[in-house]
């Protein structure tokens, strides 16, 4: 391949990751084409994306980039696999999919600059919660010890208040109140 193709490539792998700074990496080698399509096409609706990548022109092309740390796991037949909403649910979709299609390798993935390597890192990344469930859990242990404190509040008045209601009906029914 001459020069001027390489750079056209690199420049293409560029344009086409760019803002990507999340993504998985697997090999698709072997895979029947029947197999390849439905996965494609099941990641698709997803709006997860499959790109094919030269591995020597992608280390190129994701210099200085934040999937720049998965140069070390390029080797052999590479995919990048990016998109929906985050790369833990890239993650999950291609975990699930690994369990039909028997050839799919898992070779790694990338989030916040920290690598996950091989198959046991991809699974172990699945098992992550997403953005929106991380803030869901964040919040829910923000509010939990103000909402035992307003029970803990609470519960004497609301004894109290009790006590009042059952005296109140009493009266209202004219039987007499017994001393404590």
């Keep these: 391949m001459s020069k001027p193709v390489k750079n056209m490539l690199i420049r293409d792998y560029q344009a086409l990751l760019e803002g990507v ?8 080698r072997g895979i029947e084409a029947n197999d390849n399509n439905r996965m494609r096409q099941g990641l698709a609706e997803k709006q997860i994306k499959v790109t094919v ?14 999937l720049e740390s998965l140069e070390p ?8 696999a990016y998109g929906a909403e985050s790369v833990v649910d890239v993650a999950r979709e291609l975990v699930k999919w690994a369990k039909d299609v028997q050839k799919l390798e898992l070779k790694g993935a ?5 690598v996950f ?6 699974r172990r ?15 829910t242990l923000v509010l939990t010890p ?5 029970g803990a509040a609470m519960g004497p008045g609301s004894a109290l208040s009790s006590c009042l209601k059952a005296i109140e009906e009493k009266l ?3 039987e007499a109140i017994a001393k404590l």
């Design 117 to 122: 390597e091989g198959d046991a890192g991809v």
């Design 146 to 150: 103000g909402q035992k404190l307003v």
């Design 110 to 114: 990338v989030l916040d600059g920290l």
């Design 172 to 174: 209202e029914q004219g």
């Design 21 to 28: 700074e999340d993504a998985l990496l697997v090999s698709i």
């Design 73 to 80: 796991l390029f080797s052999g037949p590479s995919a990048l």
């Design 125 to 139: 990344l699945s098992n992550f919660p997403t953005r929106e469930e991380a803030i869901a859990q964040n919040v």
């Design 53 to 66: 990548i030269r591995n020597n022109l992608a280390k190129h092309a994701l210099k200085d980039s934040g």
